[in-house]
């Protein structure tokens, strides 16, 4: 009986954390049972929502808009960068002053986005810059540097 009380502090404790557990699935089942048909009506805001309106100087449901296209802008920007490596430069959001989604290209600027046009949810906000040197040269150059950088006294 040398273990009784430490078997009734972890019976404790082990039913405390089922019942949060269950408190949890029964919370995230009400949410998704109670969410909205997406077109229908703008979600409640979250925190994250309200912190972007507020130092971004938007209203809550273009701070909405833009953070709910972080999905498509990873997957076009991925995209680009796996297909068209000989002339993609990278990508970036420019929120301020305006909002718009950056997509770099060396040479012509409109063939890759002719092969890839970007997703219906993202057009709107595509910006097109020129740049002098693609992704993939300058992840070169950032390995060549590394290595340098490892074999001298300064190495890393």
């Known amino acids: 009986m040398r273990n009784a009380p430490a078997r009734s502090t972890l019976n404790r404790l082990h039913s405390r954390r089922s019942g949060r557990i269950l408190v949890g699935l029964i919370l995230a089942a009400s949410q998704v049972a109670a969410a909205p048909s997406p077109g229908l009506a703008i979600d409640a805001p979250t925190r994250d929502d309200a912190e972007y309106a507020e130092r971004f100087g938007v209203d809550i ?20 960068e796996r297909e068209e490596p000989e002339t993609f430069g990278g990508a970036y ?31 709107g906000d595509i910006a097109v810059e020129r740049v002098d040197f693609t992704l993939a040269e300058l992840y070169r150059d950032l390995d060549t540097l590394y290595a340098r950088l490892g074999e001298g006294p300064l190495s890393l």
């Open 61 to 80: 449901a273009e701070a909405q808009r833009r953070l709910s296209q972080q999905g498509a802008i990873a997957d076009f920007r991925l995209e680009l």
């Open 93 to 123: 959001i420019d929120h301020v002053p305006e909002y718009r989604v950056v997509v770099q290209f060396t040479g012509d600027t409109q063939a890759p986005l002719s092969r890839h046009p970007a997703p219906a949810s993202i057009a």
